[in-house]
Protein backbone atom coordinates (compact mmCIF):
# COMPACT_ATOMS: atom_id res chain seq x y z
CA UNK A 1 0.00 0.00 0.00
CA UNK A 2 3.23 2.74 0.72
CA UNK A 3 4.37 1.77 -2.69
CA UNK A 4 0.90 2.64 -4.37
CA UNK A 5 0.37 5.86 -2.13
CA UNK A 6 3.66 7.11 -3.50
CA UNK A 7 3.26 6.56 -6.90
CA UNK A 8 3.49 9.86 -8.85
CA UNK A 9 3.54 8.65 -11.94
CA UNK A 10 5.67 7.61 -14.78
CA UNK A 11 8.03 4.42 -13.92
CA UNK A 12 8.59 3.85 -10.31
CA UNK A 13 10.57 1.17 -7.81
CA UNK A 14 9.40 1.29 -4.54
CA UNK A 15 11.92 -0.45 -1.93
CA UNK A 16 10.45 -1.28 1.81
CA UNK A 17 13.55 -1.34 3.77
CA UNK A 18 12.46 -3.15 7.27
CA UNK A 19 12.67 -6.65 8.88
CA UNK A 20 13.26 -8.08 5.20
CA UNK A 21 13.33 -6.39 1.87
CA UNK A 22 9.86 -5.37 -0.04
CA UNK A 23 9.52 -4.52 -3.66
CA UNK A 24 7.04 -3.19 -5.72
CA UNK A 25 7.13 -2.03 -9.34
CA UNK A 26 4.60 0.69 -10.79
CA UNK A 27 4.72 1.31 -14.56
CA UNK A 28 2.64 3.92 -15.83
CA UNK A 29 0.34 2.98 -13.21
CA UNK A 30 0.04 -0.55 -12.96
CA UNK A 31 1.46 -2.27 -9.95
CA UNK A 32 3.82 -4.88 -9.95
CA UNK A 33 4.63 -6.85 -6.89
CA UNK A 34 7.91 -8.87 -7.25
CA UNK A 35 10.08 -10.64 -5.21
CA UNK A 36 13.98 -8.87 -6.23
CA UNK A 37 14.40 -9.12 -2.59
CA UNK A 38 14.76 -13.13 -2.77
CA UNK A 39 17.66 -13.09 -5.47
CA UNK A 40 20.83 -13.96 -4.61
CA UNK A 41 23.12 -10.63 -3.98
CA UNK A 42 26.23 -11.32 -2.55
CA UNK A 43 28.67 -13.93 -0.91
CA UNK A 44 25.67 -16.35 -0.81
CA UNK A 45 23.03 -13.75 0.91
CA UNK A 46 19.86 -12.51 -0.75
CA UNK A 47 19.21 -8.70 -1.38
CA UNK A 48 16.82 -9.30 1.98
CA UNK A 49 19.67 -10.48 4.11
CA UNK A 50 21.65 -7.90 3.19
CA UNK A 51 19.55 -4.78 3.33
CA UNK A 52 16.79 -5.80 5.63
CA UNK A 53 17.20 -6.05 9.94
CA UNK A 54 19.80 -8.80 10.06
CA UNK A 55 21.93 -7.10 7.53
CA UNK A 56 21.91 -3.94 9.16
CA UNK A 57 23.08 -5.60 12.46
CA UNK A 58 25.34 -7.43 11.07
CA UNK A 59 27.28 -4.55 8.88
CA UNK A 60 26.08 -2.03 10.81
CA UNK A 61 24.58 1.69 9.41
CA UNK A 62 27.72 2.76 7.47
CA UNK A 63 28.38 -0.47 5.75
CA UNK A 64 24.37 -1.17 5.72
CA UNK A 65 24.21 2.47 3.76
CA UNK A 66 26.94 1.81 1.04
CA UNK A 67 24.72 -1.64 0.07
CA UNK A 68 21.55 0.06 0.26
CA UNK A 69 22.99 2.66 -1.99
CA UNK A 70 24.91 -0.29 -4.52
CA UNK A 71 21.21 -2.04 -4.32
CA UNK A 72 19.57 1.44 -5.21
CA UNK A 73 21.82 1.71 -8.36
CA UNK A 74 21.82 -1.60 -9.72
CA UNK A 75 18.11 -1.83 -9.17
CA UNK A 76 17.64 1.51 -11.02
CA UNK A 77 19.90 0.07 -13.59
CA UNK A 78 17.83 -3.22 -13.86
CA UNK A 79 14.68 -1.80 -13.82
CA UNK A 80 14.52 1.25 -15.99
CA UNK A 81 13.06 3.38 -13.79
CA UNK A 82 12.26 7.30 -13.56
CA UNK A 83 12.25 7.03 -9.74
CA UNK A 84 12.54 5.09 -6.61
CA UNK A 85 10.95 5.62 -3.13
CA UNK A 86 12.55 4.17 -0.05
CA UNK A 87 9.88 3.20 2.68
CA UNK A 88 9.76 0.64 5.49
CA UNK A 89 11.06 1.14 9.07
CA UNK A 90 15.27 1.72 8.22
CA UNK A 91 14.94 4.56 6.04
CA UNK A 92 15.28 6.35 8.78
CA UNK A 93 18.79 5.39 9.08
CA UNK A 94 19.64 6.73 5.66
CA UNK A 95 21.41 10.15 5.42
CA UNK A 96 21.52 11.14 1.87
CA UNK A 97 20.41 9.51 -1.58
CA UNK A 98 20.92 10.58 -4.99
CA UNK A 99 18.24 12.88 -6.42
CA UNK A 100 16.29 9.81 -7.91
CA UNK A 101 15.64 8.65 -4.60
CA UNK A 102 12.54 9.64 -2.19
CA UNK A 103 12.04 8.79 0.94
CA UNK A 104 8.43 6.96 1.41
CA UNK A 105 6.00 7.23 4.57
CA UNK A 106 3.86 4.38 6.32
CA UNK A 107 1.19 7.74 6.14
CA UNK A 108 1.37 7.25 2.09
CA UNK A 109 -0.42 3.67 3.12
CA UNK A 110 -3.46 4.99 3.65
CA UNK A 111 -3.71 6.77 0.34
CA UNK A 112 -2.98 3.81 -1.35
CA UNK A 113 -5.81 2.37 0.00
CA UNK A 114 -7.80 4.81 -1.00
CA UNK A 115 -6.70 4.80 -4.18
CA UNK A 116 -7.39 0.78 -4.75
CA UNK A 117 -10.86 2.08 -4.54
CA UNK A 118 -10.84 5.04 -7.38
CA UNK A 119 -13.11 4.73 -9.72
CA UNK A 120 -13.69 6.36 -13.29
CA UNK A 121 -16.55 8.12 -14.67
CA UNK A 122 -18.16 4.66 -15.81
CA UNK A 123 -18.24 3.22 -12.16
CA UNK A 124 -15.06 0.67 -13.19
CA UNK A 125 -12.12 0.50 -10.77
CA UNK A 126 -9.07 2.19 -11.86
CA UNK A 127 -6.66 -0.29 -9.97
CA UNK A 128 -7.90 -3.80 -10.58
CA UNK A 129 -6.39 -6.39 -9.15
CA UNK A 130 -5.09 -9.05 -11.44
CA UNK A 131 -6.16 -12.28 -12.15
CA UNK A 132 -3.80 -15.14 -10.78
CA UNK A 133 -2.80 -17.61 -13.34
CA UNK A 134 -3.79 -20.53 -11.07
CA UNK A 135 -6.14 -20.78 -8.27
CA UNK A 136 -3.53 -20.49 -5.64
CA UNK A 137 -1.96 -17.90 -7.31
CA UNK A 138 0.91 -19.76 -8.02
CA UNK A 139 2.54 -20.62 -11.46
CA UNK A 140 1.58 -24.50 -12.18
CA UNK A 141 4.58 -27.00 -12.14
CA UNK A 142 4.63 -27.03 -15.79
CA UNK A 143 5.55 -23.67 -16.14
CA UNK A 144 7.98 -23.12 -13.18
CA UNK A 145 11.40 -22.83 -14.47
CA UNK A 146 13.81 -25.79 -12.91
CA UNK A 147 15.35 -24.82 -9.84
CA UNK A 148 19.18 -23.97 -9.56
CA UNK A 149 19.83 -26.82 -6.81
CA UNK A 150 18.72 -28.97 -9.71
CA UNK A 151 20.86 -28.29 -12.12
CA UNK A 152 24.25 -30.04 -12.49
CA UNK A 153 27.84 -29.60 -14.94
CA UNK A 154 26.21 -32.87 -16.96
CA UNK A 155 22.38 -31.23 -17.46
CA UNK A 156 22.42 -29.05 -20.89
CA UNK A 157 20.01 -26.76 -19.51
CA UNK A 158 23.18 -25.83 -16.57
CA UNK A 159 25.35 -24.72 -19.95
CA UNK A 160 25.63 -21.16 -20.60
CA UNK A 161 26.87 -21.90 -24.49
Known sequence: MQAWGSYAGGRMLF?????????????DGLLHPLEASHLPYKKGLTYEEVLGDA???????????TEVRCV???????????????????????????????????????????????EDEHGRKLHAAPVPA???????ASSRPPSCETLSPEDPASSLE
Open 134 to 140: SDSGEPS
Open 55 to 65: GLSRLGKKRWR
Open 72 to 118: VDLYRAAFQVDYLVIGGGNRKHLKSFPPYVRLGDNSFAFSGGFRLWE
Open 15 to 27: LGLGTGLGTALIL
